[in-house]
């Protein structure tokens, strides 16, 4: 399999560091709120690369953080009178449940912060005792020009942004570029360091958590191309400071979602929360895949009433194969032909060519077209059986699942029923019988 990896610019083809394993970690939520529809790209991407994966036979190991102590989130316990601890755990429950209704697996590993506070105080300690952080009042920065590898991942140079206009410079700093590890706070939730009273500062929290789960380097780290400067840079310049590496020999980014052609932003309000969403879930998520990942999506209601339409076209014909093989007992988990394979082969090498979606979705369009006229002209049992197995898997793993049960006697008795109604064309009868059906799930 290949992949764009962003610190080489490159698509490059995926080598784990350990034989039959990958390892994943990227950036969660700071929970302070619910997400809205552009944080779920990630969420989407992300649980599509490990299914691919884990379809590929691979073992995935794949951890995405809470930050949950924060400043925001502090703020935004005052505004709903509740403590931090209970503002946090508030959204880390309403972000899984977004997970879920996504699509996504929500097995992954879900590191705190506040579980980590006292790995990262040792891990800034021994930044200061190496010399590439200091300490400033009961602040701990990281001394940037210590590492003439920064900005290796957004392709910037240390003297260009030191003559920047927007860098920022304060007295406590030596440099406009360096960065807290640890930030002295007297505000609520706050730990007592060798520095005083505080918090840790954001860029330190993913690279402490990863060492502590994984104990090194990973294979992929990732998150939205906004994170790309300054936190993954930061992340990765810690970690060459202290283990003399760049944490993940791939660095896989997801371009964000706009709503409409402006960029989605909470505290401007242009947002769709997840959990808002009107249309079917599997129907958002079908619309980010059929984008590639590395492209930005301009979102509207139009674009979205198209894949509802689209996704809603999948579940007929998948609905109609399930239901014909269910009344003619022609179910095989083992049955394979020409055909399948042939759609099953170009949907792994979609895939395997740096997780091209666009392309995935054409495979499951093509075995969509392939049912439909078998059901109208041969109804060649193993033919459909074939591509039933074969649309399942692809369904699965893009998350677009249509979980269906098989009929019970007396849905079986209804359906004959139905049948008969329409080949004698008693049309008030059949109408009937179908909106029961309907309303039973075995029909659209």
Request: glycine residues 6%.
């Amino acid at each position: 399999m290949k992949l764009y990896n962003t610190y080489t610019n490159k698509i490059e083809e995926l080598k784990p560091l350990k034989e039959g394993v990958i390892t994943i970690y990227y950036c969660g939520p700071t929970v302070y709120n619910y997400i809205h529809i552009g944080n779920a790209r990630p969420i989407i991407f992300f649980d599509t690369l490990k299914k691919y994966l884990e379809h590929r036979g691979y073992k995935v190991i794949m951890a995405s953080n809470f930050t949950d102590i924060n400043e925001k989130i502090l703020n935004q316990a005052k505004k709903e009178n509740i403590t931090e601890e209970e503002c946090a755990n508030k959204y880390i429950k309403a972000y899984l449940e977004d997970v879920r209704f996504l699509g996504a697996d929500d097995s992954f590993i879900k590191p705190k912060v506040s579980e980590t506070i006292n790995e990262i105080m040792e891990f800034v300690n021994k930044l200061v005792e190496k010399g590439a952080a200091y300490v400033s009042g009961e602040d701990v920065y990281y001394r940037v020009s210590s590492n003439p590898k920064y900005g290796m991942l957004s392709n910037r140079k240390i003297d260009e942004l030191i003559q920047g206009a927007r860098v920022e410079v304060r007295e406590e700093k030596e440099s406009g570029l360096d960065f807290a590890l640890w930030k002295g706070f007297h505000e609520g939730i706050t730990y007592r360091s060798k520095w005083g009273e505080g918090r840790p500062g954001w860029h330190t929290e993913c690279c402490v958590m990863i060492n502590k789960i994984f104990g090194g380097m990973i294979d992929i780290h990732g998150g939205g191309t906004d994170l790309i400067f300054p936190h993954h840079e930061n992340e990765i310049a810690q970690n060459e400071s202290l283990y003399n590496n760049r944490i993940a020999n791939y660095w896989v980014h997801n371009a964000r979602v706009n709503f409409g052609s402006e960029k989605m932003s909470k505290s401007i309000g242009n947002v769709i929360w997840v959990k808002d969403l009107k249309c079917d879930p599997r129907a958002y998520r079908l619309l980010v895949l059929s984008f590639p990942y590395r492209n930005i999506i301009n979102y509207t209601e139009e674009l979205q009433n198209q894949f509802d339409t689209e996704f809603l076209r999948i579940k007929q014909a998948y609905q109609k194969l399930f239901l014909h093989l269910d009344v003619n007992n022609l179910f095989d988990d083992k049955a394979k032909s020409n055909i399948s394979d042939e759609i099953m082969n170009k949907f792994d090498q979609a895939n395997e060519n740096d997780l091209n979606t666009p392309n995935g979705i054409t495979a499951i369009n093509e075995a969509i077209k392939l049912i439909n006229q078998e059901l109208r002209q041969n109804k060649d049992s193993q033919i459909l059986s074939s591509l039933y197995n074969v649309l399942t898997e692809m369904l699965h793993i893009y998350g677009l699942d249509i979980k269906l049960e098989k009929m019970s006697s007396e849905n079986r008795l209804i359906y004959e029923e139905w049948n008969n109604a329409r080949i004698r064309k008693d049309f008030e009868v059949a109408d009937k019988l179908r909106k029961l059906l309907v309303e039973r799930n075995i029909l659209i």
